[in-house]
């Protein structure tokens, strides 16, 4: 039973934590506020009543329907409903919620759930912190479900995917630690959906309103005087300040810490709610780590995160690592190669996030019209258009960037290209268009070449900016104020998103949507290639065309994107911790031979026979699981969403009953075939306890050796 005689507790209401004065002890002593706290404390209770820690009160149809929840007054929306706009939107970016696909038989909040909507009741404590001098907040957050048990305490960490918000993990380790009675704590890790309108001097608060009052502590606003904010304005009008780009932290280099210090904030207020009271008013903690059960987990840029915690944890906090698609940049280690069956080996692995995106952000669209890729990609017809594509190979040709006569032999160079040259799988070939086409690789180009050379908005990096634009026409325009202010709940953080474009403010005839722009160079609609190139040779330290030294502004910048990226290079050190990885092997964002595979291969060369690091690369699975929903995909992807949850289930399993890991090894699945019939577990078959000898994943003689 919750002991909350020094939390007041008023039914759904908002109340705030006073701050407990006590010396400065560890952890394990006296509860003290932690210092990094910038913030009140915000509690929420949800008793099932008409909302839910998981669900946001719509329970697993809710999440399931097509119509999202709409505000009552779309322009002042209340903070609650900010809330279950952002788990709907958070939820179905990352999870497939159609039932052909697995949603209420192999995962979703229904599955082995007490409510039959899978809706949980329980407490939420939300607050911002600081890490050392910087002023630039994260959010952190704590759900405690009704089951948590402080006797046999269990945590997970959620730190958001991609640049998401609060909510940006709560489908994934949200899901499974609540189910599983463990509180679950949240960190948007220093990116989040952070939004600031230069014009209006808007931003969000904590609990995602948006606010003119400079006054209010918000998420995120630029560092900008109001006199070089006004002469900005002047010259760039409408123009939009996103966090992740913009904050000059590089938040990257510190997502181990986000969630670390999230952990100590998890602790904290457990103790809160569960520790002894003493007779001088002080708590005494007896939910720490020695009687806790603690997992890193979430996917993509939180499974990254999740990693990079663990690599830098002195203190015991983490007792296991279950993560999915990891966004891990690993240190470069020339002694090993990689080989995939009787493929030739890769030396050339472990490229950097922004080295691979930048090359997929300008070859892409050409390769889009490979003929095999042309006629059999999902999605590549609805999103891209074969014209501009067309456009994009003319303009590689002209700079000597590809070859061939004609569309087709220059598309299929771009493709080689990618695939000999940047180490993207051929299995990649035909997910990545539709990602192209939802402008993935080009809007990360943008984000962390701002956020690794801790650029500001003012600098506006290759030409580049933010901004609602026209549809037609791609100019620049204000944006609508019922759109900004529900940002909080529909932004994924890195435009395109909720509205908000990216801006080539170079294109011939000024500023236009990057999409539709045309590029000075090619005097023709090629999405701005020109600034894509411009992004390319800052990540390759050259000019991406010529091959000539970079001189000037260029040079300095980057230097400075270099430095940044030297910042967020991971180790490979998990220090003997039991850790989990799943990766799809079609996965088109993040390219196996620069993350999961290589991460195996420098963990193993770093912690030798003490690695406890256990790697799944599973078959006929991608990045973007949300995306099985559509026609093409659904016959021919299966979600990688499914292993997550085996993942966590055996890490947990294996940390609570030392059962035993499985070891490293590809898993087979079958896709479901032409007209997708429901999936069943005959598609997803489990990580194999023992696999066979020709599905082991192995270390040896200097090679990862991954079988076909």
């Known amino acids: 039973m919750q002991r909350l005689t020094h939390l007041a507790l008023l039914g759904t209401c908002t109340l705030v934590l006073a701050a407990c004065k006590t010396d400065d002890l560890p952890i394990a002593g006296i509860n003290q506020k932690p210092d990094f706290l ?74 082995d759930a007490e409510d039959s909507e899978g809706r949980i009741p329980g407490d939420e404590y939300l607050a911002l912190i600081t890490l050392d001098d910087r002023d630039v907040p994260a959010t952190v957050m704590l759900q405690i479900p009704d089951r948590f048990d402080p006797d046999n305490a269990c945590m997970v960490t959620a730190p958001s995917s991609g640049s998401r918000g609060i909510y940006g993990a709560i489908g994934t380790a949200g899901e499974w630690g609540l189910k599983k009675g463990c509180a679950v704590i949240y960190t948007d890790k220093g990116t989040g959906t952070g939004a600031f309108n230069l014009m209006t001097g808007a931003g969000q608060t904590l609990l995602g309103q948006t606010t003119t009052d400079a006054t209010a502590q918000r998420q995120f606003q630029p560092d900008l005087s109001a006199s070089d904010r006004a002469a900005f304005n002047a010259d760039w009008p409408d123009r939009f300040a996103l966090k992740h780009a913009h904050s000059q932290t590089n938040p990257e280099a510190n997502w ?30 007896t939910v720490k780590p020695a009687n806790t059960l603690v997992i890193a987990s979430s996917v993509s840029n939180g499974g990254g995160a999740s990693v990079r915690a663990a690599e830098e944890d002195r203190r015991g906090l983490i007792d296991g690592v279950a993560v999915s698609e990891p966004n891990v940049n690993p240190t470069v280690e020339n002694g090993f190669s990689i080989r995939q069956g009787n493929a030739a080996p890769v030396s050339d692995h472990s490229r950097s ?17 490979a003929p095999d890729v042309r006629d059999n990609a999902p999605f590549n017809a609805v999103l891209n258009d074969a014209a501009v594509d067309d456009n994009i190979c003319s303009a590689l040709a002209a700079k000597g960037l590809v070859s061939g006569a004609d569309t087709d032999t220059r598309a299929m160079d771009a493709q080689r290209i990618l695939n000999e040259t940047y180490g993207v799988q051929p299995e990649q070939n035909l997910v990545a268009p539709s990602h192209f086409g939802a402008a993935v690789a080009q809007s990360i180009s943008m984000t962390y070449a701002n956020a690794y050379g801790r650029f500001g908005v003012e600098d506006r990096l290759c030409g580049l900016g933010y901004a609602a634009t026209n549809a037609s ?25 909720a509205g908000i474009h990216q801006v080539f403010d170079d294109a011939s005839g000024g500023p236009t949507n990057l999409a539709l722009s045309t590029s000075p160079s090619s005097g023709l609609p090629d999405y701005g290639l020109d600034a894509l190139l411009c992004l390319r040779s800052l990540a390759l330290g050259r000019d991406a065309v010529t091959g000539a030294p970079l001189l000037g502004d260029q040079a300095a910048q980057a230097e400075r994107i270099a430095d940044g990226i030297r910042a967020i290079r991971a180790s490979g050190n998990l220090r003997g911790t039991p850790a989990v990885f799943v990766t799809g092997r079609f996965d088109a964002i993040l390219p196996i031979n620069h993350t999961s595979r290589p991460y195996f291969g420098l963990n193993r060369t770093v912690e030798g026979a003490r690695s406890q ?44 009953t030392d059962e035993a890991l499985p070891p490293s090894q590809v898993v087979r699945t079958t896709p479901r075939g032409a007209g997708a019939p429901a999936i069943t577990h005959a598609n997803v078959p489990p990580i194999a306890d023992t696999p066979e000898e020709a599905d082991r994943i192995v270390f040896e003689a200097g090679e990862v050796v991954v079988p076909d």
């Open 613 to 656: 690091l256990h790697y799944y690369e599973v078959l006929n699975a991608h990045h973007l699981d949300a995306f099985n929903a559509f026609p093409g995909f659904d016959e021919r992807y299966v979600p990688l969403h499914r292993y997550y949850v085996e993942a966590l289930d055996r890490m947990y399993a294996h940390l609570s």
């Open 473 to 497: 026409t791609g100019a620049v325009e204000p944006l609508a104020d019922t759109t900004e202010a529900t940002l909080f709940a529909t932004s994924n953080g890195v435009p395109p998103s």
């Open 353 to 369: 996030l922004l080295d691979y995106t930048t090359a997929l952000a300008v070859y892409q669209g050409c390769a889009n019209l």
């Open 38 to 111: 910038t913030s009140d404390i915000v509690q929420q209770r949800y008793d099932n009543a008409d909302n839910d820690l998981l669900t946001g009160g719509l329970g697993a149809s809710g999440l399931a329907s097509a119509t999202a929840p709409a505000p009552a007054d779309p322009l002042t929306p209340t903070a609650a409903e900010l809330r279950t706009l952002a788990i709907y939107n958070n939820y179905r970016a990352l999870v497939d919620t159609t039932a052909g696909g697995g949603y209420g038989t192999l995962y979703g909040p229904q599955v």
């Open 256 to 285: 181990g810490q986000y969630v670390l210090k999230s952990i100590e904030f998890g602790f904290y207020v457990l103790n809160e709610v569960y520790g002894d009271e003493l007779p001088n008013g002080k708590i005494r903690v």
